[in-house]
């Protein structure tokens, strides 16, 4: 089994960053992708940023050029830097990570942006 655990989530300004960290725990292999989805209430969760274990990224639309995935494996964790918040970013962020053919998610952290 695979844990996730995410953090870094708050309250934040328009305008305002906030940095998310995912951590990996428990049986770790060799992941093909990891990433960042959201889901605000009433609606479907989307992805946000995904990377993949050779280092190829892929954003929403929405965040490009706000957001920046990044990971340290030698962590086993992903990061999620993201600038410039706006009301609309305003979701749970889920953590997700695709190994061996099974999908595992974290918990969800709330980010909320309001003035």
């Known amino acids: 089994q695979v844990q996730l655990v995410e953090s870094g989530g708050g309250l934040v300004q328009p305008g305002g960053s906030l940095r998310l960290s995912c951590a990996a725990s428990g049986s770790i292999f060799d992941y093909f992708r990891m990433g960042w989805y959201r889901q605000a209430p009433g609606k479907q969760r989307d992805m946000v940023a995904t990377?993949?274990?050779?280092?190829?990224?892929a954003y929403a639309d929405s965040v490009k050029g706000r957001f920046t995935i990044s990971r340290d494996d030698a962590k086993n964790t992903v990061y999620l830097q993201m600038n410039t918040l706006k009301p609309e970013d305003t979701a749970v962020y889920y953590c997700?990570?695709?190994?061996?053919?099974?999908?595992?998610w974290g918990q969800g952290t709330q980010v909320t942006v309001s003035s």
């Open positions: 997700h990570r695709y190994q061996r053919g099974r999908d595992y």
């Open positions: 990377i993949t274990s050779g280092g190829n990224t």
